[in-house]
């Protein structure tokens, strides 16, 4: 009798390690939904607009479709900076060789020179300030105030796409400016 005690413990034990097994299924099938999301996230990335899309403030407020749009605009802007640029560069040095000894004309030809010149620093700080709100549409904080965190507006995005604070914040930065330059 004692044999047949320990047979009825042998299969106990059988089916014991059949219930085990299962037990790592379940925990593999959430694997599965997990992969199978991933491509759910994958068809949201890229969102296309038309050449002729405008932001509209019936729309939630820099949602994916304003950031791409703020984005192509900004970098079609720098480009155009760029390109502007490289040609005053270029006409620019190519009146160097034609100096005069006249000295009115060298004075004219140099006071030229030198609003050519502040033109471009203004656009090259311009550029700096595209790629700015370049990094900000990145970092997802584009098109709210750096001081309040409130929303700038479309209207004022559209008007200066590089803008960092509402026209409230930016008042109060010209004046603090203006109290400081008079020092």
Same mark, same amino acid.
């Given at each position: 009798?004692?044999?047949? !005690? #320990?047979? =009825?413990? +042998?299969?106990?034990?059988? $089916?014991? @390690?059949?219930?085990? %097994?299962?037990?790592? &299924?379940?925990? !593999? #099938?959430? =694997?599965? +939904?997990?992969?199978?999301? $991933?491509? @759910?996230?994958?068809? %949201?990335?890229?969102? &296309? ?6 932001? +509209? ?9 304003? %950031? ?10 720098? +480009? ?104």
């Amino acid at each position: 009798m004692p044999n047949t !005690s #320990k047979a =009825k413990k +042998k299969v106990s034990k059988t $089916k014991a @390690k059949p219930n085990s %097994k299962p037990k790592p &299924k379940a925990i !593999s #099938k959430p =694997k599965t +939904k997990l992969v199978s999301n $991933k491509p @759910k996230e994958i068809n %949201k990335g890229p969102i &296309k607009i038309s050449k002729t899309y405008v932001p +509209k403030d019936t729309e939630k407020y820099m949602c994916e479709k304003h %950031k791409i749009f703020f984005r192509i605009k900004l970098q079609e802007w720098k +480009k155009e900076l760029i390109r502007a640029n490289n040609e005053a560069l270029y006409n620019g040095s190519m009146d160097d060789n034609s100096i005069s000894a006249d000295i009115v004309d060298q004075a004219s030809s140099y006071t030229d020179k030198n609003v050519e010149m502040k033109a471009i620093n203004r656009q090259i700080k311009l550029i700096s300030e595209i790629d700015k709100a370049l990094a900000r549409i990145r970092e997802d904080t584009y098109g709210y105030c750096l001081d309040t965190a409130e929303p700038i507006g479309l209207k004022r995005l559209m008007a200066r796409p590089v803008a960092k604070y509402t026209i409230a914040a930016q008042e109060k930065h010209e004046k603090d400016e203006k109290v400081h330059a008079d020092d």
